[in-house]
């Protein structure tokens, strides 16, 4: 697909309206309390949102953002709808986005709401299957508690994944059925990686199977869901590209660190001057990540 110019007036790609949906336990948690309530209207906006986007993949354009990143209308139309929805479910939140840059946020407010409307926009716009809408949740102290993710066209063996967990509950979710992390070799065997990744790390002591989707945040979350597949490395991103994985690793058992080792933590440089990641991501076992770290080396 070449690049064009965005559709300003095709509301079948520029417009999500999102409908109540009856509360039910299709996302797998009991729906009673206001906060359940909340999360699950949340959880059917992204999903409405990724149905969307999957109706509407074969009708997109594909434009060039000012950093060289690819953006489709589909990317504004989510952003718009899940800001939305957000706004009118947690009216005492923060909010920051990949494509818009809404310069309010407050160090007082219970959560922050970290959101990619379409994480793998590239991946997206060729019509391949490895992308997702994913919405990370900070708490107050800027700790990943929560995410919703959907990749409408990219499941474990089924058409597609739906993940979530709600903040202050330690439960994972998975296609609506309580999840269990599968467990993975100490030494990995197959491992996911970012596309450009072989820019900043050398891997030839690794003498296992890599595999690449097009996507961060299924990068990310790739040793949750899969079983064979041990650990993922991650190129340089953005906060949104990693805080919904980030909950989802941290909630499972697995790791995610830095590739030093340190913790990412979601400061002022991250969210609000809006910076990449200090270095590569490893997530998995620590036994796998350690492996990692002892045997792949940084350019």
């Known amino acids: ?31 009673s309390t206001d ?7 949340i959880c059917s906006a992204i999903r409405q949102c990724g149905e969307a986007a999957r109706s509407n993949q074969a009708l997109i354009h594909r434009s060039l953002k000012q950093d ?12 718009d709808a899940i800001i939305g929805r957000l706004r009118e479910l947690y009216p005492d939140c ?19 709401f970290v959101l990619d409307p379409i994480d793998g926009t590239d991946a997206y716009s060729q019509g391949l299957p490895a992308w997702c809408v994913a919405l990370g949740i900070l708490d107050k102290d800027r700790r990943p508690c929560g995410a919703v993710i959907y990749a409408p066209r990219f499941g474990a063996g089924t058409q597609d994944l739906f993940i979530c967990s709600m903040p202050d509950d330690e ?41 690449c989707f097009g996507s961060s945040i299924v990068h990310e ?8 597949l041990d650990c993922t490395i991650n190129p340089y991103c953005y906060a949104w590209d990693v805080a919904a994985a980030h909950a989802i690793v941290e909630k499972s058992g697995l790791t995610l660190r830095y590739f030093n080792g340190d913790v990412l933590e979601y400061d002022d440089r991250l969210l609000l001057e809006r910076k990449e990641v200090r270095m590569p991501i490893l997530v998995g076992s620590a036994q796998c990540v350690k492996w990692m770290q002892d045997n792949l080396i940084m350019y």
């Open 1 to 31: 697909m070449q690049e064009t110019t965005l559709s300003k007036d095709d509301e079948r790609i520029t417009r999500i309206d999102i409908i109540e949906e009856a509360y039910s336990t299709r996302y797998g948690f009991d729906v």
């Open 171 to 211: 439960r994972i979710f998975l296609n609506g059925k309580l999840h269990r992390t599968p467990e993975h070799y100490d030494v990995p065997r197959q491992m996911v990686m970012g596309s450009n990744m072989l820019r900043f790390v050398d891997m030839r002591p690794y003498k296992g199977k890599v595999r």
């Open 68 to 79: 060289g990143s690819i953006l489709t209308e589909t990317d504004l139309a989510v952003s």
């Open 221 to 228: 979350i790739a040793p949750v869901v899969f079983s064979n």
């Open 35 to 41: 906060n359940e309530k909340a999360f699950f209207g």
């Open 94 to 112: 923060n909010i920051i986005t990949e494509e818009i840059d809404l310069h309010d946020f407050s160090d007082d407010k219970r959560l922050t």
